[in-house]
């Protein structure tokens, strides 16, 4: 689904147990095998995966403030949501400790069996706090996929501070159906792309 210019931006590192497949058997005929000095060659380094962060907006609610629950479409969009990131391999969902937000990931997280982990959403009181939060967020859960729910504002905030350019951006309207992937390869080195959860495809 989100496979972007980036390759291998939503995949588990596996672990095997036992030798490859394919693997040649070990002892003086694999030793013989084996290249001399003179013709190895150094081998390549490898591309480290990039982390995904998913930025959601909170769903439709019955009012606003930090209070304000879910509406019943917005129960529904948090449930389509989950539907709709069901095959994505998600490491960890965050939200900032605002009910609304809460109830927009969480049955995201049922569904992936874990639970909404908080953080402080200081984009505007605090950017150097915020950029602190989203490092952390990335040296956690480094190589894999995350989610992260905020208002359109702090979304807008926080991807800048991962190096998205204001002309990439193009993400001002604050709409839930929109998904805004970005790929993080180092902090001030990424790109993004924009989903739209209806079509589930770019927009």
């Not at 002892?27 to 003179?38: C, D, E, I, T, W």
């Not at 769903?59 to 989950?82: C, D, F, V, Y």
């Amino acid at each position: 689904m989100f496979k972007t210019i980036v390759l291998a931006t939503m995949t588990w590192t596996v672990l095997s147990a036992g030798q490859p497949p394919g693997a040649l058997p070990a002892g003086n005929f694999l030793s013989s095998m084996l290249p001399g000095p003179a013709d190895r060659q150094e081998p390549r380094p490898k591309e480290a995966a990039p982390t995904a962060i998913i930025f959601v907006n909170c769903a439709e609610t019955l009012q606003k403030g930090t209070k304000a629950s879910l509406s019943i479409t917005g129960r529904e969009q948090a449930g389509h949501l989950a539907k709709f990131l069901e095959n994505e391999p998600v490491a960890a969902i965050y939200s900032p400790y605002n009910s609304c937000l809460v109830e927009t990931v969480t049955p995201l997280a049922q569904t992936k069996g874990c639970k909404v982990e908080y953080y402080r959403d200081a984009c505007d009181d605090n950017p150097q706090v915020m950029r602190h939060i989203l490092e952390t967020m990335l040296e956690r859960n480094d190589g894999k996929t995350i989610v992260v729910c905020a208002p359109s504002k702090s979304i807008t905030s926080m991807a800048k501070m991962l190096g998205i350019r204001e002309k990439d951006l193009k993400y001002s309207r604050g709409v839930f159906n929109e998904v805004l992937i970005v790929n993080v390869l180092g902090f001030g080195e990424a790109v993004a792309q924009k989903l739209n959860m209806n079509f589930q495809k770019k927009v």
